[in-house]
């Protein structure tokens, strides 16, 4: 695919993509005409992020700056779905491809339209498609309910598992946490992550998952490396996501991360659960206690 | 039934793009009429236009314009914008201002939006040449949204967040108009509490030339004196774009929020000449009625109006059919008119709201502008009161004629305050 795109450009056709260009930040300009002119792909998020940028408006662009990849699209960016197309339709005109619509519906991070469109470019595989979970079937896939749940929604893939909660302020534990000063608890926290990783157990099938997990079947083992860095607060909605470590039945572990917005919450090294596949004998219970997710 | 009460303005218009500059420029009959770029190749004979100052948007890409600092549009709300999109973003702000509202007074199930426009013929043309060159997939995603007619109301209704009832109508140089008419009817019925009236047009190169090919546009290359309603050698409109916006209001809404209220709008007539496509009547028989039921409509005798400003596009056969109508509805008496189209130039779909506002303007403040550029009257228009200087006696009662192609004719009535 790279190999097509190589060429000696016309300067009609620099001319064009300049103009097209015109209002995206010089090194992006400069990097599109370097990938059209050599096929080197490293250049390619450059021009990404470059489009990206100039559809935002002024107020939101510094976001891109640090950690751009995890931020999403619609909320972060305040992108909407034609913006989007804008930005799609900019790329097919410079980089010389083309996109099919339905290929962007799973698109929701920065990450997400850096990594297709480099997929595209070199003729890889694209990534698996993320499976959306809503809150009814978060419900039924785990052990967990109300007042106790810390998800409502979550999105899963091989490779990493994410997930919203918005702090409500009438949970029962900020009454006493603290007294008047409702601050949403660390510990808390640790477990909305752990939830999340039980949520990827049970819904993920793998090489390390070759069965269906258990869900009565996973509990927490131990954690490590946890930094908090923000408090949250009622109305503050948490974006949190887990990425597996290490899954050898019957141990998997996670690192996790807690984003409010576009500033970072909470950090752990390691999450550490026990599992069991559906229909094994009652091995875990005695091996690992401690309490369910 | 509830009264409706005019309560803001707002102008982006060949004459001035905000209040004060219009009231002086309608007021002294300075025109807003100049060479305009878009016409100075050799295949238009027509060179004059009422240009529209200070707005740069002659690219087909939103993000080329410029504008007043005094406004700020978003990218999100501009590429969804035709030229006459941001006259009538920037016309509606200064309305609201005008009008005092608050966004909760903006943005509420009792205010609603109708508009006017014509579209924008320019963008349109762009996009489908974009699509024809590049592929139906490379077509702009706000191409739809920036050029059709509705684009005001899209636009307005979805940026200005309106809850009420919205719509556009579209009847040519009576659109507004109509507008205006159904506005009234929506408060006077009950079921809209504020409405916001929006005309507009692009006012450019192809809204405009066009219509040189029926010969309707003055070929003058003087700008003192091309567009002369009511003059016996007045040969074609000269076009303009801009936008203007009015607030009609439940007056006792409007009292109680202690709203200034410029004039009273107490009725309106229509009526079509079932005649031709593009020629009007040459009795005027169709404006005629829309006047009597204007008049009917308002419960008000035709003898207590007191000023009328003309459709009157300075065109040899539109003036003439108006002549007729005026004579054979004000049978003997003798209401002052006048045309401002000899000011501003004949804003098609804008037409009717941009003089029903300059003829608000007048009962505000108590004059009644001139019809300007008249050296030689009409013989046939002998015998009507045809103002050719500004009179400073306000008006109790005026009205504002409108008529587009198909022979559709609007009347307008207000009232002094």
Known sequence: ?293 | MPQVAITGLGFVTSIGNEQVTVLDNLRELRHGIDYFPDFAGADSPVKLAGTVKDFSVNSCDPEDWTYPDAYRVRREVLRGLAPHGLFAYCAMQQAIEDAGLSEEEVSNLDTGIFTASAGSAKMLHSHLERMNRHGVNRCSPLGIVNSIVGTLTFNLASAYHIKGASAGFVSACASSGHALGYAWDEITLGRQKRMFVVGGEDGNRESILPFAGMRALSQCKDPEIASRPFDKDRDGFVGTGGSVVMVLEDEELARKRGATIYARMVGWGQASDGYNVAISHPDGDGLANAMRRAAACAKVSLKDINYINAHAPSTPIGDLSEIRALKQTFNGDRPAISSTKALTGHGLSLASIMEAAFTVLGLRHNFMPGSAHIMSLDPEATGLRIIKETEDKGPALAMSNSSGFGGANVSLIFQHI
């Open chain 1, 1 to 293: 695919m790279a190999d097509s795109t190589v060429k000696n450009l016309t300067p009609e056709e620099e001319e064009l993509i300049k103009d097209s260009l015109k209002r995206c930040s010089p090194e992006s300009i400069e990097a599109a005409l370097s990938y059209r002119r050599t096929g080197n792909t490293d250049l390619i998020p450059v021009v990404i992020l470059g489009i990206i940028e100039r559809f935002l408006e002024p107020d939101i662009r510094p976001r891109l700056k640090n950690g751009a990849d995890e931020l999403r699209i619609f909320e972060d960016l305040g992108v909407d779905s034609l913006t989007l197309v804008e930005v799609i339709m900019l790329v097919e005109e410079t980089l010389d491809i083309s996109i099919d619509n339905n290929e962007l519906r799973d698109l929701r991070t920065v990450g997400d339209v850096k990594i297709f469109i480099d997929c595209k470019l070199k003729g890889l595989p694209l990534p698996e498609k993320a499976l959306h979970i809503p809150i009814e079937e978060i419900y039924q896939d785990l052990p967990h309910g109300p007042p106790f749940l810390f998800l409502q929604d979550a999105t899963l893939r091989q490779s990493e598992a994410r997930g919203t909660y918005r702090i409500a302020g009438d949970e029962f534990f900020l009454e006493g946490h603290f007294k008047g000063n409702p601050v949403f608890p660390a510990s808390i926290m640790l477990e909305a992550l752990g939830q999340l990783a039980v949520l990827y157990l049970v819904k993920t099938k793998s090489e390390s998952l070759p069965k269906q997990v258990d869900k009565d079947k996973v509990f927490f083992s131990s954690c490590d490396g946890i930094r908090c860095t923000r408090f949250c607060k009622p109305g503050d909605k948490l974006t949190l996501s887990i990425k597996p470590k290490r899954i050898r039945h019957p141990l998997a572990s996670f690192e996790g991360h807690i984003m409010a917005g576009t500033e970072k919450v909470a950090f752990a090294e390691e999450i550490s659960l026990i599992f069991d596949f559906c229909g094994e004998a009652e091995s875990v219970a005695q091996e690992g206690p401690g309490s369910a997710g």
